[in-house]
């Protein structure tokens, strides 16, 4: 059973550019959330999707957004990307008839 | 609101010694909690997850927890350190609408 892809691993942007992430969850979970890691504020939750709704949104501006897609497919996007944006995107991947949250590698953003 | 403090931010044994790493909880509710690993460079991976069963947890890697309610407490051990456990680690708690909150995080360092 393949795992929770993350694409691409690392990207390199310019302040004031936008970026947009992706992420494929395990085959069957319908539910994916993305996670923010940075060394100054730790993992902090962005959003969840389920079934291409939105359930969930975590404290942050709105330059951050996503959307999910028919196949549970999301992607991330970042507008208009700041120096503190900077950081370790990882999307988790549930069946939510289950407790499990499964990872993936996550994409390193750098914004220079 | 649920939160988790992880009570030491670094913790160094020697190969070969036990492992704790100390979790409280703080929930309005019977929680589930979990802890995970996450290795330089990677995204996180599941050790074991408590969800109301037993209080004694068995994870992956000779890893275990016990949640103890009265201390609101969900520490980590391992009898015998191995290089390879070096890494850090979270514990997780759950809120009410499927969110994970994560602690600070505990860096395990093994000495040969």
């Known amino acids: 059973k393949a795992g929770v892809t993350q694409t691409p691993r690392y990207l390199i942007k310019t302040r004031g550019q936008q970026v947009t992430l992706s992420c494929s969850p395990i085959?069957?979970?319908?539910?994916v959330s993305w996670y923010q890691q940075t060394p100054g504020q730790g993992l902090q939750f962005l959003f969840e999707?389920?079934?291409?709704?939105?359930?969930n949104k975590g404290n942050f501006p709105g330059r951050f957004s996503g959307r999910q897609f028919s196949n549970s497919r999301s992607e991330m996007n970042v507008s208009t990307l700041e120096l503190g944006d900077s950081a370790l995107y990882l999307c988790?991947?549930?069946?939510?008839?289950?407790?499990?949250?499964?990872f993936g590698s996550g994409t390193r953003l750098t914004v220079v | 609101a649920q939160s988790v403090t992880q009570l030491d931010s670094h913790v160094s044994v020697s190969e070969g010694t036990p492992v704790l790493l100390r979790c409280n909880y703080s929930?309005?509710?019977?929680?589930?909690l979990f802890w995970y690993v996450q290795h330089p460079n990677k995204g996180l991976q599941l050790l074991l997850k408590?969800?109301?069963?037993?209080?004694l947890v068995k994870g992956i890697n000779g890893f275990e927890a016990e949640f103890k309610k009265s201390e609101t407490s969900f520490h980590l051990t391992k009898p015998s350190a191995h290089m390879s456990d070096a890494a850090e680690y979270f514990c997780?708690?759950?809120?009410?609408?499927?969110?994970?909150?994560f602690g600070s995080g505990t860096r395990l360092l093994v000495r040969p």
């Open positions: 988790a991947s549930q069946d939510r008839g289950s407790d499990g949250y499964t």
């Open positions: 085959s069957g979970h319908r539910s």
């Open positions: 999707y389920f079934s291409e709704t939105q359930r």
């Open positions: 929930s309005s509710y019977s929680p589930s």
């Open positions: 408590y969800t109301s069963a037993a209080t």
């Open positions: 997780v708690v759950r809120d009410s609408s499927y969110k994970l909150i």
